[in-house]
Structure formats: C-alpha cells, structure tokens
C-alpha cells in the first residue's frame, strides 16, 4: 500500500514563499505521475498541479500558472509544489496524490492514494 506524507505547509506572508513536500513511501516511486491539489474551507477540492512519472511533463491550473512549480526527485521519492507570490486565494489545506501511470492527470478521480494534507494559511 502507498503511503503519502505532506509537509511544508504553515503561514506565509500574502507575496511570500513556501515550499511542500511529499514522500511517498510503500511502492516503487517512480512508477507514479503525482498531483497536488488543495481544498479551501466550504470548497470541493481542486487540482493544482501534476507531473508525468518520469517529471518530464508538467500542469498547472492557471490560478498558480507562473507562481507554482511542481518537482520531483525520484532518488528521494519525493514531490515538491514550490509556491512562489502567494495569494491570500491559496490558503488551503493542500494534498498530494499518486496515481498508476506515467502521465499528468487533474481529475480527483484518476489519482489512487492520497496524503492527509498539509495546512496553508496567508495572511496579506
């Protein structure tokens, strides 16, 4: 069984930075495109970002378009969401997600485990 464990999250200043991270832990790392995506209080959860298995490929949602990077370092079994100018829109609890298969995904649905989630706060 996958195991996914967020951290990085806490309080930024509105226009600050913050880096996640996620390491995956129970099956081969690299077998997995990985996501990120967040969910605001009283709001469905959204996709933000995704990369291909071998993190050749990459997408984001265009809210943080510019702003986010996703990254990954397979030797570590890691994924990185580096969040660059951050809006007072982006507090979130934000979650990473592994799903079978090499490509980029932004539907919840296509992704097969997922972490507990990291919490983001912005103050402007």
């Known amino acids: 069984q996958v195991q996914l464990v967020e951290s990085g999250g806490g309080s930024v200043q509105a226009g600050g930075s913050l880096r996640l991270s996620c390491v995956v832990s129970?099956?081969?790392?690299?077998?997995?495109?990985m996501g990120w995506f967040r969910q605001a209080p009283g709001k469905e959860r959204e996709f933000v970002a995704s990369?291909?298995?071998?993190?050749?490929?990459?997408y984001y949602a265009n809210s943080v378009k510019g702003r986010f990077t996703i990254s990954r370092d397979n030797a570590k079994n890691t994924v990185y969401l580096q969040m660059n100018s951050v809006k007072p829109d982006d507090a979130a609890v934000y979650y990473c997600a592994a799903r079978s298969g090499p490509l980029v995904a932004v539907e919840t649905q296509r992704y097969d485990d997922w972490g507990q989630g990291t919490q983001v706060t912005v103050s402007s």
């Open positions: 129970g099956r081969t790392f690299s077998s997995y495109a």
């Open positions: 990369i291909s298995r071998g993190g050749g490929n990459s």
